[in-house]
């Protein structure tokens, strides 16, 4: 076992799992410290090198071996990690206490409560810091009261103080680094937006769509599902910027998504892949009525115009469809042939819908005037 796959519990850790990942690596670390110094501190005493005495000698042998056992039940699960800290603090509080009661001679032996109230904040956050600083103080005050610690108030008070101003700088830090990372993961959060989204239309954008149709790709191909593509080019749209300017051009993409977004349902993928050249993917529909969807959506846009400065504008769109077949090897195989389709469609007059026959490589488009009816694809 190599010391990465040790610290880390022989689990991996995504980009968005760092603190964690950190987490992990210092909750094992201090396994290590522990479970070492716990048993040679207990052997120490049994040589007579550094008395402890008998009853804590014991109970630094169990500390060390309940430390072990924690390793192990880390190991079974990520989510283990929030227990597995507070049962090594809570060990590690009884551990301390029996430090203070059966240690006399040593005059130090407050200084454990220290340590445990700075792992406290590290591997457990504020609020586990704040209560074993608390708890760690009633400890010290309850059994000086009951038993004789052989601490001088002066030492008594100030350790607590030590304790109160310990917990203070370290609740300091814990929670600028906890803001740290919240504004570092809003951050990140944005940036995943922008990165897989288009900024002017506000949907996916080509690299997402990428992504996620080769995803669907596998899928359909592997449970025998439809995946049905199409490809949609607005029509003429460089003349548009040429005779009105690009922020006309904008305002008519942003409308288009707009009306074709109130066709699609939620589960349809719909990108921006180009300037003016859009796709959509459905999954489980067939080619039939994946025509009679882009059929919808064409008229939808035939009937599209805006309004900018005075000028009425307006706009169409052809399509191209095709449907995956069982022998093809990758996405690129449906999106080659829906673009196919779509050449097609510009060639004979644009404003039409033309699709990819799955029985060969040839390209058929439909009369858009003998198209009767449309697809109620909302439902």
Not at 37 to 54: E, H, Q, R, T, V
Not at 208 to 229: G, W
Not at 265 to 287: C, P, T, V, Y
């Amino acid at each position: 076992m190599s010391l990465d796959n040790f610290l880390y519990s022989g689990f991996k850790f995504s980009t968005d799992e760092d603190l964690l990942k950190f987490k992990f690596k210092m909750l094992n670390s201090i396994f290590i410290i522990v479970a070492f110094f716990s048993a040679l501190f207990a052997l120490l005493s049994d040589f007579d090198i550094n008395d402890i005495g008998p009853i804590h000698s014991k109970v630094d042998y169990v500390y060390s071996f309940l430390t072990i056992m924690l390793i192990f039940f880390l190991r079974s699960s990520k989510k283990n990690y929030n227990l597995t800290a507070h049962l090594l603090l809570t060990i590690s509080l009884i551990t301390f206490t029996s430090a203070l009661i059966f240690v006399p001679q040593d005059e130090f032996r407050m200084i454990w409560f220290y340590l445990l109230i700075f792992v406290a904040y590290i591997v457990s956050g504020k609020m586990s810091g704040i209560l074993y600083t608390l708890a760690s103080i009633v400890i010290i005050l309850s059994f000086n009261s009951f038993v004789d610690l052989e601490l001088s108030p002066v030492a008594i008070n100030s350790g607590i103080l030590g304790l109160l101003i310990g917990s203070f700088l370290s609740y300091v830090y814990t929670n600028k680094i906890t803001n740290y990372e919240n504004s570092l993961k809003k951050q990140n959060s944005s940036l995943s937006i922008l990165a897989s989204t288009d900024y002017l239309t506000g949907i996916m954008n080509r690299r997402m769509f990428n992504d996620i149709s080769e995803h669907y790709f596998l899928t359909a191909q592997k449970n025998n599902f439809n995946l049905t593509l199409l490809l949609l080019d607005l029509d003429h749209f460089k003349k548009v910027n040429d005779t009105y300017g690009h922020q006309a051009g904008d305002h008519l993409l942003k409308h288009f998504v707009e009306t074709i977004e109130k066709i699609l349902n939620k589960s349809d993928i719909f990108a921006r892949i180009g300037g003016e050249e859009f796709a959509i993917l459905l999954s489980q529909i067939n080619d039939d009525n994946a025509y009679l969807l882009a059929e919808q959506i064409r008229k939808e846009v035939e009937n599209l115009f805006i309004t900018y400065e005075g000028q009425t504008i307006f706009v169409t769109t052809s399509i191209g469809i095709s449907e995956n077949r069982s022998t093809d090897t990758a996405f690129e195989n449906i999106f080659s042939r829906s673009d196919m389709a779509l050449y097609q469609a510009k060639h004979e007059g644009r404003n039409r819908t033309c699709y990819s026959d799955l029985s060969n490589d040839t390209v058929s488009c439909s009369q858009t005037t003998e198209f009767e009816f449309v697809l109620d694809y909302s439902i």
